[in-house]
Antibody, heavy 116, light 107 residues
Framework: QVQLVQSGAEVKKPGASMKVSCKAS????????MHWVRQAPGQGPEWMGW????????KYAQNFQGRVAMTRVTSISTAYMELSRLRADDTAVYYC?????????WGQGTLVTVSS | DIQMTQSPSSLSASVGDRVTITCRAS??????LNWYQQTPGKAPNLLIY???TLQSGVPSRFSGSGSGTDFTLTISSLQPEDVATYYC?????????FGHGTKVEIK
């Protein structure tokens, strides 16, 4: 069965960087785009961008341009999302989600807390 | 960016009631509209895609309709396990944007 398993919760200081991993199993990793979506406490989801695991091509939301980098290692079916220059308002649960124009499988989420 | 406006923001209904949630896009998105259900502490779960297609494994009491700018999610007979927050999402263009959610509770 399809599974997306993310790395564990992190606590970061303002100005630091975070990197979340998402290990895929149960399907051909290179066959589906991987998106990253975050959800701040009590808020709706916010799309951050996608990576094409086959080509490595990426597209980022304007809100994160210059601060986000999405990468992948196909040999281990794992996608990564790195966000730099963290601020308090980056505190959120970060999800990876498989799909093109619909997100049919999601990771369990990674809580990242940014606090001094 | 395309803005997605959901209404109501919350509702309370009895078991067995018919529940309708609406989602309006700030511009036409054809049928590039998806609905998700989220329970506390869990990831969103895809219910409906392309405005009206039921995702595999989702109970048939859920249905979706609409095109252009106006969409609805209907639960034909509310069940206790449907207590959740529901989000619409447009996938017509990037950034893909979500509504602010509708919280559904049992009266």
């Amino acid at each position: 069965q399809v599974q997306l398993v993310q790395s564990g919760a992190e606590v970061k200081k303002p100005g630091a960087s975070m990197k979340v991993s998402c290990k895929a199993s149960g399907y051909t990793f290179t066959g589906y785009y991987m998106h990253w979506v975050r959800q701040a406490p009590g808020q709706g989801p916010e799309w951050m961008g996608w990576i094409n695991p086959n080509s490595g091509d990426t597209k980022y939301a304007q809100n994160f341009q210059g601060r986000v980098a999405m990468t992948r290692v196909t040999s281990i079916s794992t996608a990564y999302m790195e966000l730099s220059r963290l601020r308090a308002d980056d505190t959120a649960v970060y999800y990876c989600a498989r799909g093109d124009w619909r997100f049919d499988y999601w990771g369990q989420g990674t809580l990242v807390t940014v606090s001094s | 960016d395309i803005q997605m406006t959901q209404s109501p923001s919350s509702l309370s209904a009895s078991v067995g009631d018919r529940v309708t949630i609406t989602c309006r896009a700030s511009q036409s998105i054809s049928t590039y509209l998806n609905w998700y259900q989220q329970t506390p502490g869990k990831a969103p779960n895809l219910l409906i895609y392309a405005a009206s297609t039921l995702q595999s494994g989702v109970p048939s009491r859920f249905s979706g309709s609409g095109s252009g700018t106006d969409f609805t999610l209907t639960i034909s007979s509310l069940q206790p396990e449907d207590v959740a927050t529901y989000y619409c999402q447009q996938s017509y263009t990037t950034p893909q944007t979500f509504g602010h959610g509708t919280k559904v509770e049992i009266k």
